[in-house]
């Protein structure tokens, strides 16, 4: 079947460093997106990965084991705007599978 | 950010009436999305449509009836809909025909809430 996991909830500080963790089991994998999206708003793009490894785009990094079902995505110096939730999505065959999304505060 | 839109962003419904969801996508791309996305749940794949055919019915029930007349617009027609089925419904679309590894492009969504 097809199983994606994250953390329902963290919480951090400005200034501060967080990690999100994605699992996931899927019948086939052509790839991950991370995608962010701010309450009563569109789901936004943050980053594709498809080969091991990581990827870097200014605060935000994403990470991909594929041996591991692994993800996880770092946001380094938070800002009160990065408080939103964050879905992790595999692309399996013709479809981007979701998970139920992780929700960051981002505290002062 | 007006590349997908969506109307309307907020609809109210009694469970016999007949609404309609629109999506509108000005990035010129092929293959456009209706999503589901319900309170502590993943967003749920309900249609993909490719060059105005339709590729994926996620075993979706026909009180849900989508439409695709051209590669820009997408509707969403809602009949004799249940409680349940209130949620936001997340319109998307993306470059190259469904499939591919593309960026999807979302819209705002519709937040539908049935009595």
């Known amino acids: 079947g097809q199983n994606i996991d994250q953390p329902t909830e963290m919480t951090a500080t400005e200034g501060a460093i967080v990690q999100i963790n994605c699992t996931y089991q899927t019948s086939g994998f052509n790839g991950l997106f991370w995608y962010q999206q701010h309450a009563g708003e569109a789901p936004t793009f943050l980053s594709y990965?498809?080969?091991?490894g990581l990827e870097e785009k200014g605060r935000f990094s994403s990470f991909l084991s594929r041996s591991k079902g692994y993800s996880y995505l770092l946001l380094k110096e938070l800002q009160m705007k990065d408080s939103a939730s964050y879905l992790c999505?595999?692309?399996?065959?013709?479809?981007?599978?979701f998970g139920k999304g992780t929700t960051l505060s981002v505290s002062s | 950010e007006t590349g997908v839109t969506q109307t309307p962003r907020h609809l109210v419904m009694g469970m016999t009436n007949k609404k309609s969801l629109k999506c509108e996508q000005h990035?010129?791309?092929?293959?456009m999305y209706w999503y589901k996305q319900s309170a502590k749940k993943p967003l749920e794949l309900m249609f993909v449509y490719s060059l105005e055919e339709r590729v994926e019915n996620n075993s979706v029930p026909s009180r849900f009836s989508p439409e695709c007349p051209n590669s820009s617009h997408l509707f969403l027609h809602l009949h004799t809909l249940q409680p349940e089925d209130s949620a936001l419904y997340l319109c998307?679309?993306?470059?190259?025909?469904?499939?591919?590894?593309?960026?999807?492009?979302f819209g705002p969504g519709t937040r539908l809430t049935v009595l």
């Open positions: 999505a595999v692309v399996d065959g013709t479809a981007l599978i």
């Open positions: 990035l010129g791309h092929n293959a």
């Open positions: 998307a679309s993306s470059p190259q025909t469904a499939g591919s590894t593309d960026t999807q492009y």
């Open positions: 990965n498809v080969l091991d």
